[in-house]
């Protein structure tokens, strides 16, 4: 016998089937085209006539005379993210330089020019947001009730379980005394999941005419998930020359599991409230600096200057003035002066959003000399605090001016406190959880160092380097077999002992996987001859490590040496580095230094050989890995001062198609500070362009690495056609990129690769701009545990947390599946899950897992939206698209609205490959609708327009809040 869910759709299908002819037939005569011309059509075999009658009649419990009104829905997990396309920067910049961190992807699919008619429907939908309280109000003797009750014009409800059936009830009742015509109904939005039927066919050509006192019925059958609509009444009074007048009711489901409720929002969202800061009348108290943790014998030969930034440079950045020049060799120093300073001034605004107000602190049990601060935060770098910083604390009861505050120096940093160092006067007056306003500050010491590098890259002539025009060298073979195995590492390394690009910069391009660490380190192991005196760097730490970890294989460690910065932690240095270079935190004097083969350290702390007054020259190779991540004048540091213009050879690794540095100022990021080095030369030299007969680089100048050792070919394709003109190759070890070929829960076996499409919501809490999504969180936390559960059964290996990675481009979103991790009692019986990272597209750039999650986040909370109108923020940056796919070496899911996200067209050729590939599952795409129909129905409806609105899109910093940097 057929359920009673299969007979209601069987029913609901032949109503639809019936067309016109359902108002002028009786039940025999129904039940006759039924049995005739509707059961077992096509070979699908359908309930019984008296079963679908009997279905229709148990949903629709309250008899109806004059109308019914059936709606069917079915509502899955909801992304819904929609923002206005405005003019706004996504954070990667825009304008000249908008190419920073990413070529701005093509519009031309996702914008579609506004015509009249497309502009009218935009302008409707406006009114429909700003003139909410309106629309929803009973008007013209019309009242609507619903059950559940709806609260200011919108019925909110939640389904326990996912597919449990929801019924709501809407009562039309005609209160006024003058008849009323029904003329019109319809569902804005933008997915095919309501069947609306009425027994009357309610038109405007045909009306239902309501008298007074009269009432009408109507139903909402709901499934599960979550998704919003917005239901439009049309009403016209029996009156010679009356208008139509329109009510409107929004609906908004949610099927959440107990963890959703645990995850959603703890309060309200509330827009952060910019703190505006008064002059006053300070007393500046010096606190007590940690004593340095770094054998000092390097002694300071090379004056580093303060740089400050000209105080009308704040009123200028206001204007935002334009600049059309290019960067050249005569402007160099003076332009990136100016866009360093821009960048510093809002680093100082950024950093006050950590501030803390009224905030207690205690004495340091093991040194009563220290204060300690806790500080939320500071373990992810948000904000960055090192050994050495210093925060200012005034009393907060303290109002007289002028006030006194107290300037207090980092001795440790902890999981989430600092201890502070403070001068005896706070001490000797100081009480355990006395209160406080803290302030933090920038450390200028980087910016200090870029500054003076861009200095001396015109003191020392680095033009030919900055700006090459030619003039390379014949090559000569490099020796050692290793590596002749892959062609262009081979080809690479022998270019680079040759010199053949001197003066130029040599650029090895790597995209994702294919070993460009390793091409770095077997070029240097050549070169590092008697004469050849090498310095390696990288922008990070952890970079740095990676270098010196792979030079110590080949390499004496005698001849090879870690330079660190006093501000690093000792607990974050590998063991085995510590154990194999007994010098790691000494900074031996010049003449030492200058002994060994090769210096391994980062370009911030490269800076201290120059101001330990290493000879100009001194370096005959400067080689840079991640390049791309660095600005210029970061690169530079480890240039300018250290490397000779001719006789050097400076070499670049890294990827212009992969994430550039993280800039906080919009203005800096749009006229070039976003930009590395080795990006620009790239985009901007002929000498690093591909050649138009040829098609290929010149060797001379630039390697492009094309062996990808680190994805399965379906994780591969996409990124593959789109950034790297299909030119890489799989070579990944096939049992390991095959790792999860057959595992059970992939849509189509063979291929590892998962888009599940989700409507979920996307919502803010607090005082914080970011997003988050608990419907992607609860589909990824399902798809964790079914992970765990299959590790080492039926062919799929172990596996450990720390081989899984989650991203989520939304800070808020990250904290929330940091959450779900520690709540869900299944994914506690992994013993290091604690190891499993979960981060933004920028902390998993340069790392690899073997499984990797990605959480779009955003949706929109109404899919009613012209196609302009859906935006995907910084999502829609290509570059991070890129990083975001190519993590991943067996198995890759992703979760995200594809409604949304097929509105940017690199998205769109994702989602469209795994459709193809059989690789998409959850919400069905067949159901979103299209543009077209959507203006449509929006023009019809009898709303009156004014003025066209205007849109603002947040920053993408208060989304990110990414973290600060911290390495010198």
């Known amino acids: 016998m057929p359920s009673l869910m299969n007979s209601l759709q069987s029913g609901l299908d032949f109503i639809e089937f019936l067309g016109e002819r359902i108002s002028s037939t009786s039940r025999e005569e129904l039940r006759g085209i039924y049995n005739s011309e509707f059961k077992g059509r096509e070979g699908i075999k359908d309930p019984n006539f008296s079963n679908i009658i009997y279905a229709l009649l148990k949903f629709n419990k309250r008899k109806v005379s004059l109308f019914l009104f059936l709606l069917q829905v079915r509502v899955y997990y909801c992304d819904q993210w929609r923002r206005p396309r405005g003019p706004q920067p996504d954070g990667s910049g825009s304008a000249p330089q908008r190419a920073a961190q990413g070529p701005a992807p093509s519009t031309a699919s996702s914008t579609p020019v506004l015509t009249p008619k497309r502009k009218l429907a935009k302008e409707i939908m406006h009114r429909l947001k700003v003139n909410r309280e309106e629309l929803t109000a009973d008007k013209g003797g019309i009242e609507i009730t619903s059950e559940p009750e709806a609260t200011r014009g919108k019925v909110q409800f939640s389904v326990g379980r996912l597919k449990e059936l929801f019924v709501i009830n809407f009562h039309i009742l005609n209160k006024g005394p003058n008849c009323i015509h029904f003329t019109y109904y319809t569902a804005l939005h933008r997915i095919r999941c309501f069947t609306l039927i009425d027994e009357r066919r309610v038109t405007r050509a045909c009306p239902l005419f309501l008298c007074p006192g009269e009432r009408t019925d109507v139903y909402r059958l709901n499934h599960y998930g979550h998704f919003p609509a917005t239901m439009y009444f049309e009403f016209c009074p029996d009156l010679p020359g009356s208008k139509p007048f329109c009510i409107v009711r929004e609906m908004e489901a949610a099927a959440r599991t107990q963890l959703g409720v645990e995850l959603g929002p703890v309060a309200p969202y509330r827009p952060y409230q910019v703190v505006t800061y008064k002059p006053v009348s300070n007393v500046i108290v010096e606190g007590v600096p940690p004593e340095s943790s770094v054998v000092q014998h390097l002694k300071m030969t090379v004056k580093l200057g303060d740089y400050k930034y000209p105080p009308y440079l704040k009123e200028l950045a206001k204007q935002r003035l334009e600049d059309s020049n290019y960067l050249s060799p005569t402007n160099y120093a003076h332009r990136f002066h100016l866009l360093?300073?821009?960048?510093?001034?809002?680093?100082?605004?950024?950093?006050?959003?950590?501030?803390?107000?009224?905030?207690?602190?205690?004495?340091?049990?093991?040194?009563?000399?220290?204060?300690?601060?806790?500080?939320?935060?500071?373990?992810?770098?948000?904000?960055?605090?090192?050994?050495?910083?210093?925060?200012?604390?005034?009393?907060?009861?303290?109002?007289?001016?002028?006030?006194?505050?107290?300037?207090?120096?980092?001795?440790?940093?902890?999981?989430?406190?600092?201890?502070?160092?403070?001068?005896?006067?706070?001490?000797?007056?100081?009480?355990?959880?006395?209160?406080?306003?803290?302030?933090?500050?920038?450390?200028?010491?980087?910016?200090?160092?870029?500054?003076?590098?861009?200095?001396?890259?015109?003191?020392?002539?680095?033009?030919?380097?900055?700006?090459?025009?030619?003039?390379?060298?014949?090559?000569?073979?490099?020796?050692?077999?290793?590596?002749?195995?892959?062609?262009?590492?081979?080809?690479?390394?022998?270019?680079?002992?040759?010199?053949?690009?001197?003066?130029?910069?040599?650029?090895?391009?790597?995209?994702?996987?294919?070993?460009?660490?390793?091409?770095?380190?077997?070029?240097?192991?050549?070169?590092?001859?008697?004469?050849?005196?090498?310095?390696?760097?990288?922008?990070?730490?952890?970079?740095?490590?990676?270098l010196c970890e792979r030079l110590m294989v080949h390499m004496d460690p005698l001849r090879l040496f870690r330079l660190y910065a006093s501000s690093r932690d000792p607990r974050t240095v590998p063991k085995h580095l510590l154990v194999s270079i007994s010098d790691g935190f000494v900074f031996p004097d010049k003449e030492i230094l200058m002994k060994y083969k090769v210096i391994v350290t980062t370009m911030v702390t490269a800076g201290r050989l120059v101001s330990g007054g290493i000879p100009h020259g001194h370096f005959s190779h400067v080689f840079v890995d991640e390049g791309g991540q660095a600005m210029e004048p970061e690169c530079i540091i480890a240039v300018a001062g250290l490397l000779h213009p001719e006789r050097g050879q400076l070499v670049l690794a890294g990827d212009p198609q992969q994430l550039g540095p993280i800039l906080r100022s919009p203005l800096a990021l749009e006229y070039g500070l976003g930009l590395s080095l080795l990006e620009r030369l790239m985009r901007t030299n002929p000498l690093y362009h591909k050649s138009s007969d040829s098609g290929h680089f010149d060797s001379r100048f630039v390697s492009k690495l094309l062996r990808n050792y680190r994805s399965h070919p379906a994780i591969l394709k996409i990124p593959n056609e789109l950034f790297y003109e299909n030119e890489l190759q799989v070579f990944a070890d096939q049992w390991e990129r095959e790792a999860y070929c057959n595992w059970e829960f992939l849509p189509k076996k063979g291929f590892p690769v998962i888009f599940h499409g989700v409507m979920g919501k996307d919502e803010r809490e607090a005082n914080s701009p970011s997003f988050f999504n608990v419907s992607e969180i609860e589909v990824l936390v399902d798809y964790l545990t079914k992970l765990m559960q299959t590790q080492g059964k039926k062919g799929i290996p172990k596996l450990a947390a720390k081989d899984i990675g989650i991203i989520a481009p939304y800070r808020k979103q990250a904290e929330k599946i940091q959450k779900a991790l520690k709540s869900v009692s299944a994914l506690n019986r992994w013993n290091d899950v604690k190891e499993l990272k979960v981060g933004s597209v920028e902390e998993f750039q340069g790392q690899e897992r073997k499984i990797i999650m990605i959480s779009a986040v955003r949706s929109s909370s109404s899919y009613v939206k012209m196609d302009q109108d859906f935006n995907i923020g910084f999502l829609s940056n290509e570059k991070r698209f890129n990083v975001a796919i190519t993590r991943a070496k067996s198995l890759l899911i992703v979760v995200g609205n594809p409604v949304i996200l097929n509105k940017d067209p690199t998205w769109e050729k994702f989602i469209s490959y795994c459709v193809k590939e059989k690789g998409y599952t959850g919400f069905d795409l067949s159901d979103a609708e299209g543009e077209d129909d959507i203006v449509s129905r929006l023009v019809s409806l009898k709303i009156n327009v004014d003025s066209e609105c205007q849109y603002e899109e947040s920053a993408l910093q208060q989304y990110v809040c990414p973290e600060w940097k911290n390495e010198q």
């Open 340 to 546: 360093l300073h821009l960048e510093e001034i809002q680093m100082e605004v950024d950093i006050r959003k950590y501030d803390l107000h009224d905030q207690t602190m205690t004495q340091d049990q093991g040194n009563k000399k220290l204060l300690v601060l806790r500080v939320p935060g500071v373990a992810e770098n948000r904000p960055s605090v090192l050994r050495g910083d210093c925060l200012r604390v005034s009393r907060s009861e303290d109002k007289v001016q002028p006030i006194t505050v107290y300037t207090g120096y980092v001795h440790k940093v902890e999981l989430d406190s600092v201890k502070l160092g403070f001068a005896k006067r706070l001490l000797q007056s100081f009480i355990n959880n006395m209160h406080f306003d803290v302030e933090f500050t920038v450390n200028r010491f980087p910016l200090k160092l870029q500054h003076r590098a861009v200095d001396l890259a015109a003191k020392h002539q680095l033009g030919t380097v900055l700006f090459p025009s030619g003039a390379a060298t014949s090559p000569s073979a490099g020796r050692g077999p290793r590596l002749e195995s892959n062609p262009e590492q081979h080809a690479a390394i022998q270019r680079i002992v040759a010199g053949s690009s001197k003066p130029a910069p040599y650029i090895v391009f790597g995209p994702p996987g294919t070993g460009k660490t390793i091409t770095l380190v077997e070029a240097m192991n050549q070169v590092a001859e008697p004469s050849a005196n090498i310095l390696a760097c990288a922008p990070s730490n952890s970079a740095c490590d990676l």
